[in-house]
Structures are given as structure tokens and as C-alpha cells.
Nanobody, 121 residues
Framework: QVQLVESGGGLVQPGGSLRLSCAAS????????MGWYRQAPGKQRESVAE???????NYADSVKGRFTISRDNAKKMVYMQMNALKPEDTAMYYC???????????????WGQGTQVTVSS
């Protein structure tokens, strides 16, 4: 079991910046692919950014060039720097850890409780 705790959300004006953080409890953090997801009211949860155990990154088209995901394996942390925020970025943001178990090839995933980001003037 992996506990994930997000922080860094808040209220920001359009064009502003926030940095989200996610702290993980597992001792094998470096083996996990990490991702940020978001869910706005009335909408499905969507992937925003991911960073693999090897450090490769992927972004949703809507955030490319504005958001940057990074990880610090020594601190067991994943971050997302969000710049040029727009009202449509308003959502609950969730951290997810996932990996494939070597022996069974079972895919496992864990979610944090989320942190609210509100972009409004």
C-alpha cells in the first residue's frame, strides 16, 4: 500500500502560477510511474501529466508548455509546476502512483486525496 499526500493547491488569478507537491510513503518510490490527474465538477477525471520511473514525461495537450512535472526519488516526491494558469485549469488535482508487478504482471495504482486548484479573478 502506498500513501500519497498532495499539497500546494489554492486560489490564483489567471496567468498566475502554482506548484503542486505529492509526498509518497513507499520505499520503492523510484519504481513507480507518477502522474497528476484532475477532475472538474461534472467532468471525468483526466490525465494531466506523467513521469515514468525512468524520467520520461508526457503531458495533456491542454497543458503542454505551461505545466512541468518532475520527481525527486531521494525525497520520494513528485511535483508539478503550473504556469500561465487559466480558469479552465480549475479542478481537484490528484497524484497517482502506478507500476506493474514483476512476477504477476498485475498493474497496481494508488491515489492521493487531492488538492484543489481554483483559477479566478
Amino acid at each position: 500500500q502506498v500513501q500519497l499526500v498532495e499539497s500546494g493547491g489554492g486560489l490564483v488569478q489567471p496567468g498566475g502560477s502554482l506548484r503542486l507537491s505529492c509526498a509518497a510513503s513507499t520505499s520503492i518510490f523510484s519504481m513507480y510511474n507518477m502522474g497528476w490527474y484532475r477532475q472538474a465538477p461534472g467532468k471525468q477525471r483526466e490525465s494531466v501529466a506523467e513521469i515514468t520511473s525512468g524520467g520520461n514525461t508526457n503531458y495533456a495537450d491542454s497543458v503542454k508548455g505551461r505545466f512541468t512535472i518532475s520527481r525527486d526519488n531521494a525525497k520520494k516526491m513528485v511535483y508539478m509546476q503550473m504556469n500561465a494558469l487559466k480558469p479552465e485549469d480549475t479542478a481537484m488535482y490528484y497524484c497517482k502512483a502506478s507500476r506493474t508487478l514483476a512476477i504477476t504482471q498485475q498493474r497496481v495504482g494508488y491515489w492521493g486525496q487531492g488538492t484543489q486548484v481554483t483559477v479566478s479573478s
